[in-house]
């Protein structure tokens, strides 16, 4: 025959620490809303790369572009390329090179200034550029890109930017690493509270 003895206290301890561990438990909310922002900021570089790869070049840093986002009234978060509420750091002082600087007595290039949005523009900074990054993932879908509609001073074609369509899959790819991740971190944080209550 085989008896089993239960220890009323160690069940009572095992409970209280299975309640602080459910996500209803706010502590437990942040905690778990804490393992979901590193889950995902593992998986930034990732995207990074992808990005770098899909794009000819990089000299503004529209790479750094890439967003993490947690959400506060439900457990999880995402990776995107949506623009920030507000404008995040400072501009970029990367001027593209001019074949003209090098002769200064040579003739043609553009010889009207660059207007006020077209200057701010350029300068954007790495963490400002996501709208560079759905351009070059969507293309431009609505045909041509036509200059001079501003002020209406130059008129040219500036040509289509075929989709790349890099960030979908990059994306889904790099989730399912963070979700495998993310379930290693909450089984070692369950573990120690789990430790630290014994």
Do not use: C
Not at 70 to 83: A, H, S, T
């Amino acid at each position: 025959m085989f008896s089993l003895e239960v220890n009323d206290a160690v069940v009572l301890e095992q409970k209280q620490v299975l309640e602080q561990a459910l996500s209803t438990n706010p502590k437990t909310q942040k905690a778990l809303q804490k393992l979901i922002r590193q889950a995902l900021m593992e998986i930034r570089p990732e995207m990074i790369a992808a990005v770098r790869s899909a794009l000819a070049s990089d000299p503004r840093g529209a790479s750094q572009g890439i967003r993490t986002a947690v959400y506060k009234k439900i457990l999880g978060g995402n990776i995107n390329i949506l623009d920030m509420r507000r404008k995040a750091g400072k501009p970029t002082s990367y001027e593209p090179p001019r074949k003209l600087d090098a002769n200064p007595h040579q003739r043609g290039g553009n010889r009207v200034p660059r207007g006020e949005r077209t200057n701010k523009v350029m300068h954007y900074g790495p963490l400002d550029r996501q709208w560079i990054l759905r351009i070059v993932n969507s293309g431009t879908i609505n045909g041509d890109r036509t200059a001079g509609t501003r002020s209406g001073r130059l008129g040219g074609n500036r040509g289509i930017i075929a989709a790349r369509n890099f960030f979908g899959p990059s994306a889904q790819r790099a989730l399912s690493k963070a979700v495998t991740n993310l379930s290693g971190l909450i089984d070692s944080e369950l573990e120690a509270m789990l430790n630290k209550k014994k």
